[in-house]
C-alpha cells in the first residue's frame, strides 16, 4: 500500500444501494471528514453520506485481492 494512502483513513461514502458504497473523499482526521460531510449534506440533503474509519490493515487486505 502507498504511504499517502495510509495517511488517510477516514473516508466520507455515498451510500447507493445496500450494497453500493461509493468511497466520496479521504482525510486525515475525523474534523476534517465531518467538515466536508456537513458541506455535502448542504449540498445534496437527499443523499446518504456517512463517515467510516477505514485502518491501511483493510484497505491493503482489499487491494491485494485485486
Not at 495517511?7 to 468511497?23: D, E, F, R, T, Y
Not at 456537513?38 to 482489499?62: C, M, N, W, Y
Amino acid at each position: 500500500m502507498a504511504y499517502q494512502k495510509r495517511l488517510k483513513p477516514w473516508a466520507v461514502i455515498n451510500s447507493l444501494s445496500s450494497s453500493q458504497i461509493v468511497i466520496v473523499s479521504r482525510h486525515r482526521s475525523r474534523a476534517d471528514a465531518e467538515g466536508y460531510l456537513g458541506l455535502l449534506r448542504q449540498q445534496k440533503p437527499t443523499s446518504k453520506h456517512e463517515i467510516v474509519f477505514e485502518p491501511a490493515e483493510d484497505r491493503a487486505q482489499e487491494e491485494v485481492g485485486r
